[in-house]
């Protein structure tokens, strides 16, 4: 059963415009959400993060919003540019004894294609 | 500072072979999280060590295993290899609790 869900497999977007990925998460006990940015044959690269105290957090053209009642979040792309291609994962992380935040829960990505 | 490096890149293996895959994080990060990634199930997390201990385990067979050592390098092993554990291998490092950092991953092929 998955916890964390994108159900957009593909999202394509004119480069200018803005971009949103969603991220729906069923777990109640995650209490910080990732997004990571990955590019064929590399690893994922981390772009923004967000506390389940917050409801927004904001880094350049990235802004994530995490909406807890409805276990939703969202990564704003303002300007989308070409290099933004790539896939995009959610990550959600569970509260933990010690408070590790070593065992990720990855959605399976959203494709974003920016197109010139 | 350098980043998280994974060796071998690249790794073909048969079935019933095992392999051992390597990891050194980055400098000063004790945490280290190990990924498999396959096209149907995605990212799925195997385990974490932190300061040589298993911190935290993924719902995976006991074919896979783990360690990690006093300079917080960290190997996977995975034994009796089957088709299904064809995938990328990504390999995380973090301070403990903030974003972790990850490598390039290793391609395993089982045949």
């Known amino acids: 059963d998955q916890q964390v869900k994108q159900n957009s497999p593909s999202l394509s977007v004119q480069e200018g415009r803005i971009s949103i990925l969603n991220c729906d998460y069923t777990n109640s006990m995650f209490d910080y959400f990732l997004w990571y940015k990955k590019y064929p044959a590399e690893g994922p690269t981390f772009l923004i993060s967000?506390?389940?105290?917050?409801d927004k957090n904001e880094d350049g053209r990235f802004t994530v919003f995490l909406n807890k009642s409805a276990k939703h979040l969202s990564l704003h792309i303002v300007p989308s540019q070409p290099g933004d291609s790539a896939v995009y994962f959610c990550?959600?992380?569970?509260?933990?004894?010690?408070?590790?935040?070593?065992?990720?829960?990855f959605g399976k990505g959203t494709k974003l294609s920016v197109k010139p | 500072k350098a980043g998280v490096t994974q060796t071998p890149r690249y790794l073909i293996k048969t079935r019933g072979q095992q392999v051992t895959l390597s990891c050194s994080p980055i400098s000063g990060h004790r945490s280290v999280s190990w990924y498999q990634q396959t096209p149907g199930q995605g990212l799925q997390f195997l385990f974490e060590y932190f300061s040589e201990t298993q911190r935290n385990k993924g719902n995976f067979p006991g074919r896979f295993s783990g360690r990690q050592f006093s300079n917080s390098r960290s190997e996977m092993n995975v034994s009796t290899l089957e088709l299904g554990d064809s995938a990328l291998y990504l390999c995380?490092?973090?301070?403990?609790?903030?974003?972790?950092?990850f490598g390039p991953g290793t391609r395993l092929t089982v045949l």
């Open positions: 967000i506390s389940s105290i917050k």
């Open positions: 995380a490092s973090s301070l403990g609790r903030d974003e972790q950092f």
């Open positions: 990550a959600a992380s569970p509260m933990n004894y010690g408070g590790s935040q070593g065992n990720l829960i």
